[in-house]
């Protein structure tokens, strides 16, 4: 499988399943509001890098789940129930969705890259989330579990996570008066994504 197909996707997947605001993404908007960007990116930096080790992780535990089917089948139907209830919840938060506050508590380390690193690591949700991602890829075609492609979608990922939050240093500023309103339709674009997902593979399962 070509290279460029696993960047492509990584990058992607990794930048929509970030790109809502949440604690990462806010305690960078408010280390560039109430320090600067270089503090912010340097959070970023230790964040990433983390993202990296559990995409590689769900990745290499959904090679392993692959390769036994009968294992894989179960843990796909449980992926489109996943699905299924991730864009109820999408849709539901972007019918609630309210203007966040920064309400994020910036600890006093002096190391933000420790800090990026320590926060990043309570995400519990990655590694599931890229493990589950990426069967639905393969079960499609659009990606296999070689070890190049895990490494090259990995890497995809932590760029396209790491883009999401420059963005957020760079522009929360000009942009913090509008974020009600980018959330609401973000919420409605990952709930679209969520649930095309969720139908395509309920169509693949019963049609087969």
């Known amino acids: 499988m070509s290279i460029i197909l696993p960047f492509i996707l990584g990058f992607l997947i990794a930048a929509v399943g970030i790109i809502a605001p949440g604690m990462l993404n806010m305690t960078i908007a408010k280390l560039s509001i109430t320090e600067n960007k270089k503090q912010a990116l340097l959070f970023a930096y230790g964040a990433v890098l ?6 590689f992780t769900g990745l290499y535990f959904a090679k392993f789940l692959d390769s036994h ?3 894989s089948e179960n843990l796909k139907k449980f992926g ?3 699905f ?3 864009t109820i919840a999408f849709l539901y938060a ?3 969705a309210k203007k966040p506050q920064v309400e994020v508590e910036i600890k006093d380390k002096k190391n ?3 800090y990026g690193v320590t926060l990043s690591s309570l995400n519990m949700f990655a590694i599931p989330y890229y493990a589950f991602v990426s069967l639905t890829l393969a079960s499609k075609n659009v990606f296999d579990f070689s070890l190049l492609s895990i490494i090259i979608f990995s890497i995809a990922a932590a760029l396209g996570t790491y883009f999401i939050f420059y963005l957020y240093a760079i ?7 509008k974020v009600g309103f980018i959330t609401n339709n973000i919420n409605f674009l990952i709930a679209a994504v ?3 997902v969720a139908i395509s593979s309920l169509y693949k399962m019963f049609s087969t």
């Open 50 to 55: 983390v993202v990296l080790i559990q995409c």
């Open 69 to 71: 089917p009968v294992i």
């Open 80 to 82: 489109v129930v996943i």
């Open 194 to 196: 969520t649930g095309i």
């Open 171 to 177: 522009l929360f500023k000009k942009v913090e008066h």
């Open 94 to 96: 972007g019918l609630k």
């Open 84 to 86: 299924i209830l991730l």
């Open 112 to 114: 933000r890259l420790i």
